[in-house]
């Protein structure tokens, strides 16, 4: 699909699977199979009667037939989806290889960030200062949006990475093999028979490990590298400029099963990925770091350290006594081992074990001091070839593998806070405002707060003794979604420094927890700039921040529920603009400000190429920082193999790097103003969609969204509220999941055509002035750019299917908004970019949409059929669960071949 060689390769695997489908269903279904896969072709290419024959083709067949129908084209996409992976796995490394034979760097890696930037002027000096607040920081999230079972996916790890081998070896052994892994596909549920809890989405998140602890290392060596070549006469220090953070585990906003107890689970659960990641480290190495004293002296402080450690811990001695003491530094691997196995054992003990790191500074400094040694004794090579990429480990990982985020809803926040004024000031009237500006803690009687309070309350002290037993480290953030004021963070301030007093009654000083305002509303955004000045003013959160030396603001915006508040359009720009504002307020009372971008996987939810992205926003909102959430299938798609995941993180190294310290681009000033008359248009356009009266029932009716409300692939629900169905309690995630299987796709198009058509009515000569912003403007490309994409994988034909489920008074009126709407969006993308079709200029991409779209037709024609049956008044219970099931087959089957969900 990407090349002639993804073809050949997918082809031979088709062989493979219809060999396995033949044996596994019989000749018989086989046939039909094939005859159905022939149909949806015919239909493409559109020949008369071919989408007749198709649906009675699939409307003849019994349930268990349609199952097995379903299944075969999940496996197809499962098996083009591996067959494309390979290839681009092979086209990085010839890349690689090229450019090291050349001599020049790889396009859009690091090593060219720096080089352009060098050619571009920027002295040494200037890029060690960029260096020092360079700060890259992806951060993992458990929402419900990967519709695929991590069993399937190592399944289809271990296809993707036998491939080559069996070109190689002529297709013997290995072919028997692939064909047993596809057997076992065959026979395997392709979706959980429940929501998995908690703490397997923790080790979900930790699948990618093992990844990450092989391109860690190659992207620090590829920066040291870049900086010498560039700079080969200036020394430069290397700060820590990448880490990662999670929310799985910490993110209780909406999510009842998220407690004290399981974020507490979780934080020893990182802990523990961290420490045996590092005893990995040390089993790899042991054999390396051999040398002998009597060949090479060691530094003094390596055996002042393991005699101190022995005196702390006597039974290190039994475990030197097979090493010689001429050897120290391989004694000195042994009680970094030993350390570290304490450590992990203290993780199920109330008291540290004798021996354990007590902190992460201790475990980097060990390691130091044994490169230090090793490198001031004629043992450069040594040091960097082995014990660097161990301390480059150690810099991003700590003993903490990602640091944790904690999220909850203002409103949650605001009624334990009532709650808590209410009892101490009971009989009076106080308010909450003037209560916590007070700021004075007050001693908080846990057992007579409600449930929900109680869950608050305990969530802050359990930070708090986080911060003692992990270390700052270990802690991200905490994150408030839906602020909506200065009060919603000045009311996590009162209650986490309330939390803390009663849990050190000695008074120790409040430690700095950073607090994250998460703006995700369309008003929430354009508020977002004062709302951050009123704090910054404000004497009491002045004061937190200058006694707890944070000299960064973190501020998260939300993709996903501003696109489905605002629409796409009205989305992109509040948040350039709210990004744009927010680092000049920043600015003008000098602190450092990092933006955490909430995007998602789906374009509708701010998806689309990292790089792209990242260069599309103002470089002053960038400065060096980004953080970011990786989500749902976006984890498996970057970073399930290490050389997908080093080109994503070298990609985003690069962009952030280039956005911050590259040239300045005077842009027109006017473009400000016609973003503002395109958003204005846009925004009145989707609103009159979502408000119209029918438009709930049409999104009830014409997307599978209630079937995939109990999709069990996530441990999360999918509303807010347990209440009858809002738009507002909906999560946006579900939201854009349910266009895309109907291929609507609406939420990443709809208002852009009206928006523009309306702007260049009023001036015929503005499509110049668009085309001008498209080719000038990284902000403007990447807004028209993932829309093209969308309205790409978008398909009216099909998404008329579904339109028919809703029949009622209002469903004709919506469908044909939504399809003129769509080709007015469509026709206005093709002007602007002056193409006659979509993705013109991205062939490879325009292809593997359009090869996709004959298998993806029969899944989204199968679903339709499913859902009218089983929405039909007449159908027996006890038909209905093989019914839900066949649908939720065919949600994931739609979910591979389109390559994504929500």
């Not at 699939?58 to 992976?85: C, G, K, T």
Request: charged share 25%.
């Amino acid at each position: 699909m990407m090349t002639n060689r993804s073809d050949q390769r997918l082809n031979y695997l088709v062989d493979l699977l219809d060999l396995v489908v033949r044996e596994q269903v019989g000749e018989s279904l086989a046939n039909v199979m094939q005859k159905i896969r022939r149909l949806a072709i015919e239909r493409r290419s559109g020949l008369p009667d071919a989408e007749k024959r198709l649906v009675a083709t699939l409307q003849d067949l019994e349930p268990s037939e349609l199952r097995d129908v379903i299944r075969w084209l999940s496996l197809f996409f499962d098996l083009a989806n591996a067959a494309e992976e390979r290839v681009r796995i092979e086209i990085l490394n010839e890349r690689d290889r090229k450019s090291r034979n050349h001599g020049d760097p790889r396009s859009e890696s690091i090593a060219a960030a720096i080089s352009e930037l060098h050619q571009q002027g920027l002295p040494a000096a200037e890029m060690q200062r960029w260096l020092d607040q360079l700060k890259i920081e992806p951060v993992f999230t458990a929402h419900p949006s990967e519709a695929k079972r991590r069993t399937t996916r190592q399944l289809l790890r271990g296809i993707r990475q036998v491939l080559p081998d069996i070109e190689a070896s002529g297709k013997t052994d290995l072919e028997q093999e692939l064909v047993a892994d596809l057997t076992v596909l065959w026979q395997t549920d392709f979706i959980r028979p429940e929501r998995p809890p908690v703490m397997s989405e923790v080790s979900r998140g930790l699948y990618f490990a093992s990844t990450l602890w092989d391109v860690v290392p190659r992207i620090y060596s590829e920066l040291k590298q870049a900086l010498g070549q560039t700079y080969p006469n200036h020394h430069f220090e290397i700060p820590r400029v990448l880490s990662f953070g999670t929310w799985i585990g910490g993110d209780r906003d909406g999510h009842p099963f998220v407690t004290a107890e399981v974020t507490r689970e979780t934080f020893a659960k990182l802990r523990r990925a961290a420490i045996e990641g590092h005893l990995r480290m040390y089993r790899k190495l042991r054999k390396q770091i051999v040398m002998s004293d009597q060949q090479i002296s060691s530094e003094p402080v390596l055996r002042e350290r393991i005699t101190r450690c022995c005196e702390n811990a006597p039974e290190l001695k039994d475990k030197l006594a097979s090493i010689s003491e001429l050897e120290t530094p391989r004694q000195f691997m042994k009680m970094l081992e030993f350390r570290l196995e304490r450590t992990l054992d203290s993780l199920s003990q109330d008291q540290p074990a004798a021996g354990s790191y007590q902190s992460v500074e201790e475990f980097r400094d060990d390691l130091d001091k044994l490169h230090e040694s090793v490198q001031k004794n004629r043992g450069r090579r040594i040091a960097e070839q082995y014990l660097q990429p161990w301390i480059d480990l150690a810099r991003t990982f700590g003993l903490h593998f990602a640091c944790l985020d904690v999220r909850q809803n203002s409103v949650v926040h605001r009624r334990c806070l009532d709650e808590v004024v209410s009892l101490q000031k009971s009989g009076s009237q106080v308010d909450a405002l003037d209560f916590i500006s007070s700021g004075t803690p007050c001693s908080i009687d846990v057992s007579q707060l409600s449930d929900e309070s109680r869950e608050v309350f305990e969530t802050f002290t359990l930070l708090a003794e986080a911060y003692d037993q992990w270390g700052p480290e270990s802690i991200g953030g905490y994150i408030i979604s839906m602020t909506h004021s200065a009060q919603d963070v000045m009311t996590v301030l009162w209650l986490w420094r309330t939390a803390w007093l009663q849990q050190h009654s000695e008074g120790r000083d409040v430690p700095a927890l950073p607090i994250i305002p998460l703006f995700e509303t369309i008003d929430d955004l354009r508020n977002a700039a004062s709302i951050l000045e009123e704090l910054l003013t404000d004497d009491i959160y002045q004061q937190y921040l200058t006694e707890t030396d944070q000299r960064v603001q973190i501020v998260m915006v939300g993709y996903s529920d501003s696109t489905k508040d605002g629409g796409y359009l009205t989305a992109c720009w509040e948040l350039h603009q709210a990004q744009k504002q927010l680092a000049e307020t920043a600015e003008k009372y000098h602190i450092g400000l990092t933006v955490f971008h909430g995007r998602g996987g789906a374009l509708g939810r701010g998806g689309g190429p990292a790089a792209r992205a990242i260069q599309s926003l103002p470089h002053k909102s960038v400065a060096g920082r980004l953080r970011v959430t990786e989500q749902g299938e976006v984890l498996s798609e970057r970073y399930d193999d290490p050389v997908i995941a080093h080109r994503h993180l070298e990609q985003v190294f690069n962009a952030t790097l280039m956005v911050s310290a590259g040239p300045r681009q005077d842009l027109d000033p006017a473009w400000a103003g016609t973003m503002e008359k395109l958003s204005t248009a846009s925004l009145q356009k989707y609103r009159e969609l979502i408000e119209h009266p029918g438009f709930l029932h049409y999104f009830d009716r014409a997307t599978p969204i209630s079937e995939i409300e109990t999709l069990p692939i996530g441990s999360r629900p999918s509303r807010r509220k347990a209440a009858r169905r809002t738009l507002d309690d909906l999560r946006a995630i579900p939201w854009t999941f349910a266009w895309t299987q109907s291929r609507h796709l609406l939420p990443a198009w709809y208002g852009m055509g009206t928006s523009i058509r309306k702007f260049v009515d009023q001036d015929g000569s503005t499509w110049a002035t668009l085309r001008t912003m498209y080719r000038q403007w990284p902000m403007f490309r990447a807004l028209v750019d993932n829309a093209e994409l969308a309205l790409a994988k978008a398909d009216m034909e099909i998404a008329q299917e579904y339109a028919v489920l809703a029949h009622d008074e209002n469903a004709s009126e919506l469908w044909e908004m939504i399809s003129t709407e769509f080709e007015l969006s469509r026709g206005s993308i093709l002007m602007i970019k002056d193409n006659s079709e979509l993705l013109a200029d991205v062939d490879w991409l325009k292809k593997s949409v359009r090869s996709r779209n004959p298998y993806v037709d029969p899944l989204n024609l199968a679903q339709v059929i499913l859902l009218e049956r089983k929405r039909s008044a007449e159908t027996e219970v006890a038909d209905n669960d093989d019914l839900v099931h066949l649908i939720r087959m065919s949600i994931q089957g739609i979910a591979a071949g389109l390559r994504t969900t929500g």
